[in-house]
Nanobody
Framework: QVQLVESGGGLVQAGDSLRLSCAASGRTFSAYTMGWFRRAPGKEREYVAAISGTGVTTYYADSVKGRFTISRENAKSTVYLQMNSLKPEDTAVYYC?????????????????WGRGTQVTVSS
């Protein structure tokens, strides 16, 4: 099993930056694609970004492409989501997730393990 704990959320102004972290434990971190998803108030969980086990391949939702950057430090079993130029529509609970698909995947159905989320609120 993989345990994931997100951190770094908070309340920021539009245009600000924030970095989310996700600490993983339980199994070999590099064996998992890591993804970030979010759930806005009243909406379903949606894909945000993903990174392959080696960190070579990344994926981004169109809504965050160019603003968010996903990265990982396998030695620390941690994945990050650097969020720049935040917009009010980025307000959501952000979830970290792990998938056994090593090459990376954007499909939330491929993610077996999930953190409990961290709140990001962007005010206008």
């Amino acid at each position: 099993q993989v345990q994931l704990v997100e951190s770094g959320g908070g309340l920021v102004q539009a245009g600000d930056s924030l970095r989310l972290s996700c600490a993983a434990s339980g199994r070999t971190f590099s064996a998992y694609t890591m993804g970030w998803f979010r759930r806005a108030p009243g909406k379903e969980r949606e894909y945000v970004a993903a990174i392959s086990g080696t960190g070579v391949t990344t994926y981004y939702a169109d809504s965050v492409k160019g603003r968010f950057t996903i990265s990982r430090e396998n030695a620390k079993s941690t994945v990050y989501l650097q969020m720049n130029s935040l917009k009010p529509e980025d307000t959501a609970v952000y979830y970290c997730a792990a998938s056994p698909i090593l090459g990376g995947t954007r499909s939330l159905n491929n993610y077996a393990y999930w953190g409990r989320g961290t709140q990001v609120t962007v005010s206008s």
